[in-house]
């Protein structure tokens, strides 16, 4: 028979000074003893990296590791890529048939992509009040432009600056121009009105142009033109005061134009 095992057999570990070879310090421990140790370091480090891999960034590194928030992101961009894809293909089927019919092959029609998807179903993508005001403002301000310029274009109309060397103000309510500078008519009309202001002593010049344009100027130190008189285009009707700013709009059938979109301008300043 072999020897028995001894479970409390004792062991002595005993650390040296290896220059003067006294014991430091030592321990006796018996075989269990031993394996308990063993055990309970396993099991701390094991707890250790445990808690190192769960509250802390290493975790990352972990394959197939991903956070809730990161993955309910790739969820959403995965929802929303796979709406614009079939948007996509539905799109370039109805291409297709159009470009069938055209050459008069409709054996290559597809009966699925009989329109192109107008409105987004999608509640992912769902168009916000923002987003719906915005092109609100930009359909009704892009239609009063063009309301604008249509007897613009139809007539062959042609504005000019009022001044010499004028610059449209950053809010568009008039120019800069040099101290003193003659103030031109910007079209061909009708003077139907001139005032002084008795503060300033500055005077205002309105004119009635066609297709109902009429146009206002303010600022001017001196007045070169009466009521009822008929002006040409660019035909001097005062001078500008010191200051050179010279208040000025433009109406169109009782709504102010943007001046921008009338007079040849290539600058602006605040």
């Known amino acids: 028979m072999g020897k028995k095992f001894k479970r409390r057999k004792k062991y002595r570990l005993t650390f040296v000074n290896e220059n003067t070879f006294n014991a430091v310090w030592s321990v006796k421990l018996t075989r269990t003893k031993v394996w308990a140790l063993i055990a309970l370091i396993c099991v701390s480090i094991a707890a250790l990296i445990v808690a190192i891999m769960a509250w802390s960034p290493l975790n990352r590194f972990l394959p197939g590791h991903i956070r809730p928030a990161e993955r309910s992101q790739i969820v959403d ?36 992509a009989t329109s192109i998807p107008t409105e987004v179903n999608d509640t992912l993508m769902a168009t916000t009040d923002t987003e719906r005001e915005f092109v609100n ?38 120019f800069r121009a040099p101290n003193g500078a003659t103030v031109w008519a910007i079209q061909e009309g009708t003077v139907i009105s001139t005032s002084i202001d008795p503060l300033t002593g500055q005077t205002t010049v309105i004119i009635q142009h066609t297709n109902d344009f009429i146009s206002v100027y303010g600022g001017l130190r001196l007045g070169y033109i009466d009521v009822g008189q008929h002006v040409a285009a660019g035909q001097a009707i005062g001078v500008l005061s010191s200051d050179g700013m010279l208040p000025m709009s433009v109406w169109h059938q009782g709504s102010r134009a943007e001046l921008r979109t009338l007079l040849p301008l290539n600058s602006v300043v605040k």
């Open 77 to 112: 961009y995965t929802a929303r890529f796979d709406s614009l894809q079939n948007r996509s293909r539905i799109q370039q089927q109805y291409l297709g048939n159009l470009i069938a019919i055209l050459s008069d092959d409709t054996t290559k029609l597809n009966a699925e």
């Open 137 to 174: 403002n930009w359909m009704a301000r892009e239609r009063g432009n063009l309301s604008v310029l249509t007897p613009i274009v139809a007539e062959g109309m042609m504005f000019r600056l009022p001044a010499t060397a004028a610059v449209l103000l950053d809010d568009g309510t008039g």
